[in-house]
T-cell receptor, first 111, second 115 residues
């Protein structure tokens, strides 16, 4: 039982490049979400999903795209990376909203 | 505006000592309050979750309290260990049903336990 798996753990991009952060969970959780964590800012919600085929925007969605074609996977796409997107990204899942399980994080640097 | 404020921002204590972290919130309608522990370079891990009717909950050496009237919560760590060095995050859930879009995160308290 792996929980929530994020890949890659580290990534360096150049401004304007695109990439996808992968998130997979094996707990059959309905809810999945993406957060970014910046120094002094706490965790901020980017996008979330309440089930396959259903996504919604969080607090800071601009520059990011998501889709949820299966229960297990919830990839986060950066369309055209900017230095302001340098951050640590966390994927989380839960059955109901009570007990979030977070992944180990993906550290992204945009030059 | 829904907000969660934590204090202090950072704290240094000696191994074996007790400490208390604070969380004040202005969130309505309130559903539940959670405390998470986040080790450096790792994702947050849930410590406790309390609903409106609960005013204390323990998880080993961690004890969380909730005063829904004053909208304050505290996390008390007893007999601290070096492994308690981490950031502790307070999260309040809005009562809009089950959705991860209804969580308000505090900025965390960074605890350092020194030998």
């Amino acid at each position: 039982n792996a929980g929530v798996t994020q890949t890659p753990k580290f990534q360096v991009l150049k401004t304007g490049q695109s990439m996808t952060l992968q998130c997979a969970q094996d707990m059959n959780h309905e809810y999945m979400s993406w957060y970014r964590q910046d120094p002094g800012m706490g965790l901020r919600l980017i996008h979330y999903s309440v089930g396959a085929g259903i996504t919604d925007q969080g607090e800071v969605p601009n520059g990011y795209n998501v889709s949820r074609s299966t229960t297990e996977d919830f990839p986060l796409r950066l369309l055209s990376a900017a230095p302001s997107q340098t951050s640590v990204y966390f994927c989380a899942s839960s059955q109901g909203s009570k007990y979030l399980t977070f992944g180990a994080g993906s550290r992204l640097t945009v030059l | 505006k829904n907000q969660v404020e934590q204090s202090p921002q950072s704290l240094i204590i000696l191994e074996g000592k007790n400490c208390t972290l604070q969380c004040n919130y202005t969130v309505s309608p309130f559903s539940n309050l959670r405390w998470y522990k986040q080790d450096t370079g790792r994702g947050p891990v849930s410590l406790t979750i309390m609903t409106f009717s609960e005013n204390t909950k323990s998880n080993g050496r961690y004890t969380a309290t909730l005063d829904a009237d004053t909208k304050q919560s505290s996390l008390h760590i007893t007999a601290s260990q070096l492994s308690d060095s981490a950031s502790y995050i307070c999260v309040v859930s809005l009562n809009y049903g089950g959705s991860q879009g209804n969580l308000i995160f505090g900025k965390g308290t960074k605890l350092s336990v020194k030998p």
